[in-house]
């Protein structure tokens, strides 16, 4: 038996879709997908506003109360899953990371909102209640839109989709920054990326910022500005959440995990998630299965 985290695609998930893009109301959905309440990976951007309901959804480990007028966005590859208390309801969109890469100029573009830049903390908006109304009036715009199936139906759904993560990033922006400059925003992201191919073998800043051509005091005061934590933070958070993403992978032993991760010993890679995370990876595996 394999217990490796799912992953879903947008063609595996059905509904109303156009090429690489499906939208739907939550309710629905999550009545038809009822394994999404397991633990699971996208392979797509995947974005849920919630109108009703309540209970506790997980992103990358880290949970949060679901509220009326709570928008997650999520981004590939992370891991998460619900629990709902009570009926939710709302509006699901998924695309792929292709979906805007042909219309924009500049193809990583959606990912300039701070909300699709995978960090947790920027990536759960409350709607205030005068913006409630024209977020959900998006969301039913883009549903008839798809319906309607005209020659420049799929341009249009592109067009306002960045229309309402504007309106959204302008909502985020008021507890956060939201835009980043080009040049730091580049630089950032290279860094990420690196991090993404390297986290395995390269745990220090000097190394980055060597292949960065930068030195580490800026590529730390990079990442204290714009994430507001450390360069070092940075790497080891990612160690940390790819040591929990295999860790729910029941098939993978402790010893097969630190090897994985390029640890020089079991009892080394015990150390450094007791450190970080106050519990052991056992004890970790323990907690997550015990529901």
Not at 122 to 151: A, C, H, W, Y
Not at 219 to 224: E, G, I, T, W
Request: with cysteine.
């Amino acid at each position: 038996m394999n217990n490796e985290i799912p992953i879903y695609n947008i063609p595996s998930i059905g509904g109303f879709q156009h090429d690489d893009i499906y939208v739907g109301r939550f309710g629905s959905y999550s009545q038809t997908h009822r394994h999404l309440h397991h633990p699971h990976r996208h392979s797509f951007f995947h974005v849920v506003l919630f109108t009703a309901g309540s209970g506790t959804h997980s992103i990358d480990f880290e949970q949060f109360e679901v509220r009326p007028w709570q928008i997650y966005f999520m981004i590939p590859g992370q891991v998460h899953s619900w629990s709902f208390e009570e009926p939710a309801d709302g509006y699901v969109l998924n695309f792929s990371t292709n979906y805007f890469q042909s219309f924009l100029l500049l193809s990583d573009y959606i990912q300039r909102f701070s909300f699709f830049q995978g960090v947790i903390k920027d990536s759960v908006i409350q709607i205030p209640l005068d913006n409630q109304d024209s977020i959900k009036m998006g969301f039913e715009k883009v549903l008839r839109i798809g319906n309607e199936k005209t020659n420049f139906s799929e341009d249009h759904i592109r067009v306002h989709l960045l229309d309402m993560f504007m309106q959204i990033s302008d909502i985020a922006v008021q507890n956060s920054e939201s835009y980043i400059p080009n040049y730091n925003y580049l630089l950032l992201k290279n860094f990420q990326r690196l991090i993404e191919s390297h986290f395995a073998t390269l745990r220090l800043p000097k190394d980055y910022a060597q292949l960065l051509y930068i030195t580490p005091n800026h590529l730390n005061a990079l990442c204290n500005d714009l994430l507001g934590m450390s360069a070092g933070e940075v790497i080891r958070k990612r160690v940390l959440l790819e040591a929990k993403r295999l860790l729910v992978n029941l098939d993978l032993s402790i010893s097969e995990i630190s090897l994985q991760l390029n640890f020089s010993d079991n009892s080394y890679f015990t150390k450094f998630f007791k450190k970080y995370e106050e519990i052991t990876p056992d004890e970790f595996r323990k907690k997550t299965f015990k529901k």
